[in-house]
């Protein structure tokens, strides 16, 4: 089982920043993603991180405010810098840990929550 556990949310000022982290327990280094979802609306992924820091790939709608790093190719600790947020921002954001064996994101944690103000 993996255990995956996000932080760093919070309320912020339209045009603020926020760095969320996320931590999963595995022995490996494994592909991790980020989603969110706002009130009333479905989740959307947006962006992911190869197990080697390698591949990073964003959601276009949040390409030049969001990104997301690792701590390195030996810890499952993945980042998600948020810039400029906007009201419309405001959601639980959640992290999740890809499964290489049904090729699809199965562990996930609780969620942190983002709200930005205008």
């Known amino acids: 089982q993996v255990h995956v556990r996000e932080s760093g949310g919070g309320l912020v000022q339209a045009g603020g920043s926020l760095k969320l982290s996320c931590t999963a327990s595995?022995?490996?280094?494994?592909?991790m993603g980020w989603f969110r979802q706002a009130p009333g609306k479905e989740r959307e992924w947006l962006a992911g991180i190869g197990a080697r820091g390698i591949l990073l790939e964003l959601e276009d709608s949040v390409k030049g405010r969001f990104a997301i790093s690792r701590d390195s190719i030996r810890t499952n600790t993945v980042y998600l810098q948020l810039n400029d947020l906007k009201p419309e921002d405001t959601a639980t954001y959640y992290c999740?840990?890809?499964?290489?064996?049904?090729?699809?994101?199965?562990?996930w944690g609780q969620g942190t929550q983002v709200i930005v103000s205008s």
């Open positions: 595995y022995d490996y280094s494994i592909d």
């Open positions: 999740a840990a890809y499964s290489s064996g049904v090729r699809e994101y199965v562990y």
